[in-house]
């Protein structure tokens, strides 16, 4: 396997061992969680489109994803940041969620205030 060229979060990360997420538990991986409103329950489908982990720590990840949600109202892309661990068998635990709007303005304003950060 070749090694892919160096990405914007590598360069911002330096250091941290990056993954590109192509394993079929990352990818494509769908899930439904029930999201109560007034008016009842909704049902809400959630799909991966493409990530890339970012491993560091002894046993922890961020995976920098963009996701796509399903309901009855229709489909909503956005990008998520979400921080976890590898449980003893190896499997992913997650932790925490953080949603951006998949919007080329907003990602670029976070990418130069990370950037700044440095």
Known sequence: MSTP?????EALLP????RVASE???LRKCF??????DYGVIMVDFETLEGTEVEF???DFIQVARKKAISEDGENVFLSLSRGFFG???ER????????????EVLDEIIEALKELK
């Open 5 to 9: 060229p160096q990405s914007d979060l």
């Open 15 to 18: 250091g941290m061992r990056i």
């Open 24 to 26: 079929p538990p990352i």
């Open 32 to 37: 439904k969680l029930k999201v109560r409103n």
């Open 57 to 59: 720590g002894n046993n």
């Open 88 to 90: 003893e068998d190896g």
């Open 93 to 104: 635990v997650w932790k925490k969620n953080f949603s951006i709007p998949d919007d080329d």
